[in-house]
């Protein structure tokens, strides 16, 4: 008869799981203080007290279109194939009767068209289907739009609804860690601290000075400090110049003037 074998310490140790036990993780924070946000966004809604989106639309629906059409793409190689469709297609039953591969057509010039042609007509139909051929305003029902995810929905919210929120893109993403405004490793982190940091009152621009900012100074490759009008207060470890700029209303930006 064999006796059972005594389990060795190391086997002990890993399933009481000591010291292994999870802490919950730290909410994270931005390195700037209240007053340093606060004068960071009056800067900002200095140089541009009306930021506007530059994707062009004539209506919520052909901004849930436009939008979703733009990821992985340009504002304004989208805005170039949309001038077209838009003019015979701005209506999700329009769109429908315009048929995928018409739609396919119109905008082969943007990435991942094919599929983004089919997103259009599925969302279309959708649309018709579930929501009487009006686009939602709430996070929840525009996520159930075939090609809409949380931050077509959020701009579309912002954009199309008035309601303030953080689509994080590109340009927010580096922004929020290259100078410590919202350090976080992803979409969701950033747009949470960003949502609770940015003072209320500049909330509902906050998101196109980021983007602007970054589109145009703060660039990935370099940013461009000593054109930066929050040169003295940021905290990038990649800052070159803490001068800040003069502060002026800045003349409207040329749609992919950078890109
Ligand atoms: S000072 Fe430089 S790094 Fe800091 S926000 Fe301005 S452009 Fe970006």
Redesign the pocket.
Known sequence: MTSAKPKSSTQTLKKSNLGSRKRPAARRRTAYTKAELEEIFRRFSIQRPEPKGELEHVNAFTLVVAVALSAQATDAGVNKATRALFKVADTPEKMLALGEEKVRDYIKTIGLYRNKAKNVIALSQKLVDDFGGEVPRTREELVTLPGVGRKTANVVMSMAFGIPTMAVDTHILR?GN??KLAPGKTPDEIEDILMRIIPEQYLFHAHHWLIL??RY???ARK???E?????D????P?????V?APLVELPQQVIGATE
């Open positions: 922004i290259r100078i900012h970054g100074c703060c660039k940013p461009e400090c054109r930066c009008v929050i040169a207060i940021c905290k990038s990649e800052r070159t110049c803490d800040p």
